[in-house]
């Protein structure tokens, strides 16, 4: 009898393991359940009282107010991963969410539509892309073979602009759009073409970078600011705008700059250096008014935000940071890193998956 018992007893909590199995900690047959790294962020962007934060397998749209979260993952509908940027389209409401390969995922609510024609039409040549600016219901993609724009009003199909003095095209770093022109950082300098002119025709791009008084070199980023515009040319900061001479705001040699950014009228500069990150915070009169220093908890910044009167911080290794009365994160719980490379499984039943590198050091967590 006492063997019956027994017995009885592990049926019993077999069962109970398989039913419990079924109800939650298992995901049905044909479903999958997603750890993704919520900490390994690539860019933010800022909307009203909402975060959003992206990795390159996905990311998460944070509110300030509520404390919730939106995932942004292919299990909620986003089309792939190989994320790289995010801005917000107030036109449009919705977040615009550009893949490293040119296709686009635009979020409202929790509807996605995906758009990769850029993808398919560009299938020669450098399409490297540099960056995402999103003004006036007009998503522009910064690559390697120009400017690619498409209207997210209608989107049907890409149009990609060639900026060149010479028939052979130069790659565009970044775009920024105010009332009377379009800018593009390239190579060899500051184009600039009027917003009511042909972009197709290559005579209307203009090498504005000695006009106005910049210096002569490649220039890598660019960011609206106030009233004005501001570049990097090397670890250099210059200020302008569309007919006065230029200024230089910053000039950093022993940091690297990571990114411009405007949010709240100030102009955040992420700068980087070894293992460890900062933030310079200008306000509108062009000076120095706080730096975020450098700190362990951050050595990877990506891009700075302002809400609610304090710095929001996006970090490659450890993820999303508020600087107010005191540094809190607010990641959402994942795993410390992206599994990006070949997954392979043994006869044994075992499955092993490769990271990004092996040599990272010893924050790496993609190894």
């Known amino acids: 009898m006492t063997r019956w018992l027994a017995l009885l007893l592990v049926f019993s909590l077999l069962v109970q393991h398989e039913t419990g199995a079924q109800s939650g900690q298992q995901p049905p047959l044909g479903q999958w359940r997603v750890h993704l790294s919520y900490v390994s962020l690539v860019d933010m962007a800022q909307q009203g009282k909402s975060i959003a934060a992206i990795g390159r397998s996905g990311g998460f749209v944070f509110s300030a107010d509520t404390k919730e979260y939106q995932y942004l993952n292919p299990q909620t509908g986003l089309s792939q991963t190989g994320l790289a940027f995010v801005k917000w389209d107030e036109a449009h409401q919705q977040w615009v969410l550009a893949y490293s390969n040119g296709s686009l995922d635009l979020v409202k609510g929790k509807k996605v539509e995906t758009f990769s024609d850029f993808n398919r039409f560009a299938n020669t040549g450098n399409k490297t892309i540099f960056s995402l600016d999103v003004n006036k219901g007009k998503a522009y993609l910064s690559t390697g073979l120009g400017l690619a724009v498409l209207d997210l009003s209608s989107p049907q199909k890409w149009a990609l602009y060639s900026i060149a003095p010479t028939p052979l095209s130069q790659p565009v770093h970044a775009h920024l759009r105010n009332n009377q022109y379009h800018y593009v950082a390239t190579p060899i300098g500051l184009f600039r073409a009027k917003t009511t002119a042909d972009l197709g025709q290559a005579p209307n791009w203009e090498n504005v970078s000695s006009p106005l008084g910049l210096p002569n070199g490649p220039i890598t980023n660019l960011s609206l600011w106030k009233n004005q515009m501001v570049a990097q040319i090397g670890q250099q900061i210059w200020a302008f705008n569309d007919s006065t001479q230029g200024q230089s705001i910053l000039t950093d040699t022993s940091w690297s700059i990571v990114s411009l950014n405007q949010s709240e009228e100030k102009l955040l500069v992420t700068q980087n250096k070894s293992n460890s990150s900062r933030v310079l915070v200008f ?31 996006a970090d490659r290794e450890t993820g999303l940071w508020q600087v107010g ?16 490379g070949q997954v392979v499984n043994t006869q044994n039943g075992l499955a092993f998956a490769s990271g990004q590198s092996a040599n990272g050091g010893p924050r790496n967590r993609n190894g």
């Open 283 to 313: 306000d509108p009169s062009g000076t120095i008014s706080q730096t975020i220093p450098a700190h362990p908890l951050y050595p990877a910044l990506q891009k700075a935000v302002v809400l609610d009167q304090s710095i929001w911080l």
């Open 325 to 340: 009365s005191a540094l809190q994160n607010f990641s959402p719980n994942g795993s410390l890193g992206e599994v990006l």
